[in-house]
């Protein structure tokens, strides 16, 4: 690593390039302690970060239980925090390239520097300097991580005394409604499934639109997953959730059961599987709902099986389904990076399923 210590009045902050980017290994970084245990494949791909950052990241894996998905973007999301705040303090331009900035020498003290003026600053470099300006989304997201970051300091391990960013709001959203089959597109692409695979396909859709389940949650559906008036899932954060289904998913499902039956997986946990006896891919989940989409004369460019999420969402809502039970079926942590979504009874759960007009509506002899 090439860098110098920079003095800015009784304060030392390091500035450096860095030869170690995302994803880099170098173990001599590593800490000779940490608050919660990484393991090695975490620790390789986070070697470029202070201690005090990869403790974070460890304890939202580990102890949170959060996902990969999320952990790489706390870790991407602070790190740009972290660089910004080493070019603030130094008093350097800010067309400084930020990945030239080294965050090693970052720890406690030089968090104690940053104060709600240099917070503010980065909200208006991204809104403005970086790249002609973020959107209020990723700004928000940026956010967010930086209030969880304070957050586990202050109140989860008592670092700090101070939150210097509780109380500041977030970009406001341009709020705009996602994208959606309409109820006849939706009985339009379940009535056009047809193939070698016709009962597997229709399950699936029936799945999507009835459930609102996502791609990776359908993927690792097992049979042992699957009971009478509902499916066992697992979501982000390797969260378990409920979710009932109508009778016509049901009829689906039964009707896919027979088949299923009779075909030997790889893993045979698996309650799909793919044309080569595997459990069936995202990839291919994905190709699939863009082939029916256009057999049903939708276009596939418009519209993805997480698409049919959305659709199943609407669907539910636009039937009078409380916000918050949608919520608990979607198996959303979050509405906004504010809300938190509360617990409602099973009961509520199934009446939020029964509620889909799609839960009565059966294609399956079209199939037979």
Do not use: W
């Not at 974070?56 to 870790?75: D, M, P, V």
């Not at 009778?247 to 499902?253: F, G, P, Y």
Request: proline letters at 3%; charged letters at 25%; one cysteine or more.
């Amino acid at each position: 690593m090439i860098g110098a210590l920079v003095l800015r009045g009784t304060q030392r902050f390091f500035v450096g390039r860095s030869q170690h980017r995302c994803g880099h290994d170098n173990n001599s970084f590593l800490p000779q302690r940490t608050s919660y245990a990484m393991n090695e494949v975490f620790m390789e791909r986070y070697t470029d970060c202070p201690q005090i950052l990869r403790e974070f990241l460890s304890y939202h894996e580990t102890i949170k239980g959060q996902s990969q998905r999320t952990i790489q973007e706390y870790y991407l999301d602070l790190r740009m925090f972290l660089r910004f705040m080493v070019l603030v303090k130094n008093e350097m331009p800010y067309t400084t390239p930020l990945e030239d900035l080294s965050i090693r020498q970052v720890d406690l003290n030089f968090i104690k520097t940053i104060t709600i003026t240099d917070i503010f600053d980065f909200l208006s470099y991204l809104a403005n300097d970086r790249n002609d300006g973020l959107g209020s989304a990723a700004r928000s997201r940026k956010l967010s991580a930086i209030k969880s970051f304070y957050k586990y300091l202050t109140v989860r391990t008592k670092q700090l005394e101070e939150n210097p960013v509780k109380d500041v709001e977030y970009p406001k959203l341009r709020k705009a409604l996602p994208k959606y089959l309409t109820l006849e597109e939706s009985k339009r692409l379940l009535s056009s499934v047809q193939g070698p695979n016709a009962k597997r396909d229709y399950a699936i859709l029936m799945l999507f639109l009835n459930c609102g389940i996502r791609r990776s949650e359908l993927v690792g559906l097992n049979l042992n997953d699957v009971y009478e008036d509902r499916i066992r899932v697992v979501g982000k954060g390797n969260k378990e959730r409920i979710v009932y289904f109508g009778s016509a998913c049901k009829a689906a499902i039964d009707d896919y059961l027979l088949e299923r039956k009779q075909k030997v997986l790889t893993d045979n946990r698996a309650l799909f599987g793919s044309r080569d006896s595997n459990r069936i891919s995202v990839t291919a989940v994905h190709r699939l709902v863009k082939k029916h989409m256009l057999q049903a004369g939708i276009d596939p460019d418009q519209y993805s099986a997480h698409k049919l999420r959305h659709t199943a969402a609407t669907l539910m809502i636009s039937n009078g389904v409380d916000i918050k039970t949608v919520q608990e079926v979607l198996g959303h942590e979050h509405l906004n990076t504010t809300e938190i979504y509360t617990h409602i009874e099973n009961t509520e759960l199934k009446i939020a399923a029964e509620a889909n007009p799609l839960a009565h509506i059966d294609f399956k002899g079209e199939h037979e």
